[in-house]
């Protein structure tokens, strides 16, 4: 992490007493290049490690020049450089495994995934599986689909914040303001010593007052020059960082590095200092209780109601990590694991914190904890499949009790180190700090807007059977989110389009005369993520002159009553018959074959003119009604007929069950251009007058 553990943690530790030392120049020599590397002087080692390469003759020599030149441009996050002598310390040394890692890391920091997968695949060949490189696969891999997907997010580099320096850590201040860290080398300016490990200056926080739009405070329209922060109290002289602030904005939680129990510089760590706002002034820092010279802390963020304090720390019970010997000797350190810490006002103290647990945590490092109002808490890691160093993250929970994190993808990650992440109240907009490429300086601060979501549902309707485009066909919408119908008709190219809201489920069909309704369609917009355009077609089947049955009117012996369950099948024909007013139906009613043939032509009428009349008595105009009775001759069970000289056995030989299929009713489509009479008033008809109305003289016509 730049800055020690001030800026991003890049899984290093060392040990920091000479953190804050000043660069010292170059030279030639491999000692000269050892000793600045051991003192954390990597910019200024990694220029003597290439002279001593480019020199030396011995191979050994000339073997750890390469890899350790690579080191000092990994651990000053100069990748671009890192790759290049990762490859040259592969050439010099093949059997190097720990160079063939970094190798495939900064090919993928450099957003060379292809290259990044193709090593990756050599190395397991050659050294076998390792966890390590599974997880810088598996990045690799899923960056190369994450950044083909569709997604809301535009990001911009805010260039009025961002120098040739390192920029980051932005966090809001009151409504129109920012507050981030930044270690900008202007002489005249901070006049602070330069920082070995990069060769730039200390980090300070600065200052920065946005212009938003009076009408949209989502615009911003400027940014003012950034402006030292309290300059008496918040920023020292050595590294001053990230910040976070109550509800109200008069307490202060800053990361301070180094600056050791009595202030002297000679601090081994980063902690977290609490600061009160007086007037225009905040008081001198104090460390938190927690938080001592023994282990790193840092990137604190306070939730909403002030009793929650997150942050990211080396503590003892943080996770151990396996580590380079060029990092340390040992083997293995503790990890940055994300930590809570509770406040009591009632004993106004702060109790011990609390590791939030594997599901946040991996034996890579967490950092720079963000928790939304509404309890999302984001954060960056470079432990878990992503698409560079560190990538961005969120997840929802409390206390060690969390959901599995998810990735947010490009373009809020890219191939570089991507953190500190801050998000508005709706989500719609914020800030974070990243280094990837084509940026103005080493780390810089972009921000984020996402577009509208925009949900839209077209398509066509046709006729199913011959695939004709239907233009004129109404469909009609209803939607889970009120009692609303819309209704549209297709075009002259039998295609409709309207627009949808987000999160709502939708059900459609469509209608036209002389077809049938289309089925219901479901479509939603519940869960889409990025603006669509759903498409649904419609099919429509025409209406034929064919006849169907209608099941289940049935009747008892020698009767033509309607029975209840018959009167609930006509009450379904009524509905229909409504639907379509332009449709005449014939009923036919059949018997069985038994008893008389004649007799049953006349049962079967009486039936049909039963059904009839039951749907003219339930409003149907009986101009679209003919009834018929066909008696036996159109059995459905045709092995059921009587005829013969033993036409009695003959009916026996079929069951109760097969007679009573052949005593039904079917309805026939005569006529579909039905058009019903207009009807005229009649001017002999009396006037209906409501209660306390009469008549004037003369208003009335005369009878004849």
């Not at 930044?182 to 006049?191: L, M």
């Not at 103290?349 to 991996?362: E, H, K, R």
């Not at 490009?410 to 953190?419: T, V, Y």
């Not at 289940?552 to 009767?559: P, Q, R, V």
């Amino acid at each position: 992490m730049k800055k020690n553990y001030l800026i991003k943690f890049t899984g290093i530790v060392l040990t920091i007493s000479l953190l804050f030392f000043a660069c010292k120049g170059g030279g030639g020599n491999i000692n000269d290049a050892r000793k600045k590397f051991k003192e954390f002087e990597y910019a200024a080692a990694a220029d003597v490690y290439k002279k001593v390469y480019g020199t030396t003759k011995n191979k050994d020599i000339k073997k750890e020049a390469a890899f350790f030149a690579a080191e000092c441009y990994r651990l000053s996050n100069n990748w671009t450089a890192a790759e290049s002598w990762y490859t040259k310390a592969v050439q010099q040394d093949p059997t190097n495994a720990e160079a063939k890692f970094r190798q495939i890391q900064a090919l993928k920091f450099s957003e060379k995934y292809v290259e990044s997968i193709t090593e990756a695949n050599k190395y397991k060949k050659s050294v076998g599986s390792d966890p390590k490189i599974d997880l810088e696969d598996c990045g690799s891999t899923s960056a190369q689909k994450w950044k083909s997907e569709k997604t809301r997010y535009l990001v911009e580099n805010v260039a009025k914040l961002n120098t040739k320096w390192s920029d980051f850590a932005p966090m809001y201040y009151r409504k129109d303001q920012l507050m981030f860290s930044s270690d900008r080398f202007e002489v005249g300016v901070r006049g602070k010593d330069k920082y070995g490990w990069f060769n730039n200056g200390f980090c300070d926080v600065y200052t920065t007052t946005l212009k938003l739009n009076k009408k949209n405070k989502d615009i911003i329209e400027n940014y003012s020059l950034p402006a030292l922060t309290d300059k008496k109290s918040i920023n020292g002289k050595w590294n001053d960082g990230s910040v976070c602030f109550d509800a109200k904005f008069t307490t202060m939680y800053v990361t301070k590095c180094n600056y050791g129990e009595k202030n002297d510089g000679k601090g081994a760590h980063c902690r977290i200092y609490e600061s009160k706002l007086s007037g225009t002034e905040w008081s001198e820092p104090v460390p938190l209780p927690f938080s001592t010279d023994s282990f790193d802390c840092g990137h604190p963020y306070l939730s909403k109601d002030g009793t929650t304090l997150y942050f990211s720390s080396n503590m003892p019970g943080s996770i151990e990590k396996a580590v380079s010997s060029a990092e340390n000797p040992d083997g293995t350190i503790l990890s940055k694991d994300l930590y809570s810490v509770s406040y009591s006002k009632r004993g106004n103290a702060w109790g011990d914190p609390v590791n939030l647990g594997p599901s946040i945590n991996t034996d890579g490092d967490e950092a720079f904890p963000f928790l939304h109002d509404d309890g999302t808490l984001y954060f960056a890691s470079n432990g878990r499949c992503g698409m560079g160093g560190y990538d961005i993250f969120f997840a929802k929970g409390q206390a060690a009790d969390w959901s599995d994190p998810i990735n947010m993808k490009a373009p809020i990650n890219s191939g570089g180190d991507d953190f500190a992440i801050i998000v508005s109240k709706d989500k719609e907009t914020g800030f974070f700090s990243s280094n990837r490429l084509n940026g103005k300086g080493s780390d810089d601060i972009y921000r984020f807007t996402k577009t509208p979501l925009i949900f839209t549902l077209s398509g066509v309707a046709r006729d199913v059977k011959t695939r004709e485009i239907l233009k004129n066909t109404v469909i009609q919408f209803t939607n889970s989110s009120d009692t609303i119908k819309l209704t549209v008709r297709t075009d002259a190219a039998g295609s409709y389009r309207i627009p949808l809201r987000a999160g709502t489920d939708y059900d459609l069909y469509g209608s036209k005369a002389l077809y049938y309704d289309s089925k219901i369609y479901s479509q939603t917009t519940k869960g889409l993520e990025v603006s669509t355009d759903l498409i649904q077609d419609l099919e429509l089947r025409p209406i034929d002159l064919e006849t169907f049955t209608v099941k289940g009117i049935f009747y008892g012996l020698d009767s033509a009553d309607i029975r209840p369950r018959s009167a609930e099948i006509l009450d379904s024909l009524v509905l229909i018959m409504n639907k379509y007013p332009m449709l005449k139906f014939e009923l036919g009613s059949h018997t069985d074959c038994r008893a008389d043939s004649f007799y049953n032509i006349k049962l079967s009428q009486r039936r049909a003119d039963s059904c009839v009349g039951y749907l003219i008595s339930h409003g149907v105009d009986s101009m679209r009604l003919v009834s018929r009775g066909y008696g036996e001759n159109e059995l459905e069970i045709k092995e059921c007929a009587c005829e013969g000289p033993n036409e009695r056995a003959q009916g026996q030989r079929c069951t109760e069950d097969q007679h009573q299929q052949n005593r039904r009713t079917t309805v026939k489509v005569i006529d579909t251009n039905y058009n019903p009479p207009v009807k005229t008033k009649d001017p002999n008809e009396p006037i209906k007058l409501g209660p306390g109305q009469r008549v004037r003289p003369g208003s009335q016509p005369p009878r004849r």
